[in-house]
Antibody, heavy 115, light 112 residues
Framework: QVQLVQSGAEVKKPGASVKVSCKAS????????ISWVRRAPGQGLEWMGW????????NYVQKLQGRVTMTTDTSTSTAYMELRSLRSDDTAVYYC????????WGRGTLVTVSS | DVVMTQSPLSLPVTLGQPASISCRSS???????????LNWFQQRPGQSPRRLIY???NRDSGVPDRFSGSGSGTDFTLKISRVEAEDVGIYYC?????????FGQGTKVEIK
C-alpha cells in the first residue's frame, strides 16, 4: 500500500526541539523527494522545505533557515524533520508529502509548544 | 516568492448548486518546460490535504467528475458542478512552477 506514516503527537516547551518522522511504503523512496508542510491553528498551509530522498539535497523556506533540518534514512525509507528553538507559533500540524507531485500525504503530526 | 490569492475565502453553498473558487498568482505559472504547475487540494475537517487537480485541469484518480479545473497564466478556477455534503472543507491552490512552492490562503466551503 502506497502511504506515508508519520510519528505521533508531541508536546514541547518553548526553546526545545522536536523531530517528526515520515515512513514511506509502497513506492521507490529514492525516486521522489519529501516536502514538509505545516498548518497552524486557524491558518492555511505553509510549505517548509524539501529533501531529495535520492541524494539528500535540501531546500528550506527562508523564515525557518537555521532552525530546521530535514534528513532521510534510505535504509528504512524514512524522512525526518527536526525543528529547534521552538516557539508558541510553531504549534501546528506538520505534514510530509511526496514531492514533486504532492499526490501523497501523511496523516499529520500535531506539535504543541506550550510552557 | 509567488503570491497566490484565492477568492472568496468563505463560500456558503446550497446542496446541489455549483461553486467556483478563483486563484490568482502574482506572476505567470507557465514553466520553461511548457507546463503550468498549478494544483488544487481539498482538506476535509480532521483530514490531511488531498490533491484533486494537477497541472491546472487534470483530475486525480478517484476524484468525482463534478470537480474541474481551468485557467492559464495567472488566473485559475476550481469548479464544483453540484456541491455535495462531502465537499465541505478548505480548498487550496498551490503553485510549484517557481521556487518555493506557495499555497493560496484557502477557501472554506460550507453548506448553507
Amino acid at each position: 500500500q502506497v502511504q506515508l506514516v508519520q510519528s505521533g503527537a508531541e508536546v514541547k516547551k518553548p526553546g526545545a526541539s522536536v523531530k517528526v518522522s515520515c515512513k514511506a511504503s509502497g513506492y521507490m523512496f529514492t525516486n521522489y523527494g519529501i516536502s514538509w508542510v505545516r498548518r497552524a491553528p486557524g491558518q492555511g498551509l505553509e510549505w517548509m522545505g524539501w529533501i531529495s530522498a535520492y541524494n539528500g539535497d535540501t531546500n528550506y523556506v527562508q523564515k525557518l533557515q537555521g532552525r530546521v533540518t530535514m534528513t532521510t534514512d534510505t535504509s528504512t525509507s524514512t524522512a525526518y524533520m527536526e525543528l529547534r528553538s521552538l516557539r508558541s507559533d510553531d504549534t501546528a500540524v506538520y505534514y510530509c508529502a511526496r514531492d514533486p507531485e504532492f499526490d501523497l500525504w501523511g496523516r499529520g503530526t500535531l506539535v504543541t509548544v506550550s510552557s | 516568492d509567488v503570491v497566490m490569492t484565492q477568492s472568496p475565502l468563505s463560500l456558503p453553498v446550497t446542496l446541489g448548486q455549483p461553486a467556483s473558487i478563483s486563484c490568482r498568482s502574482s506572476q505567470s505559472l507557465v514553466h520553461s518546460d511548457g507546463n503550468t504547475y498549478l494544483n488544487w487540494f481539498q482538506q476535509r475537517p480532521g483530514q490531511s490535504p488531498r490533491r484533486l487537480i494537477y497541472k491546472v485541469s487534470n483530475r486525480d484518480s478517484g476524484v468525482p467528475d463534478r470537480f474541474s479545473g481551468s485557467g492559464s497564466g495567472t488566473d485559475f478556477t476550481l469548479k464544483i458542478s453540484r456541491v455535495e455534503a462531502e465537499d465541505v472543507g478548505i480548498y487550496y491552490c498551490m503553485q510549484r512552477t517557481h521556487w518555493p512552492p506557495t499555497f493560496g490562503q484557502g477557501t472554506k466551503v460550507e453548506i448553507k
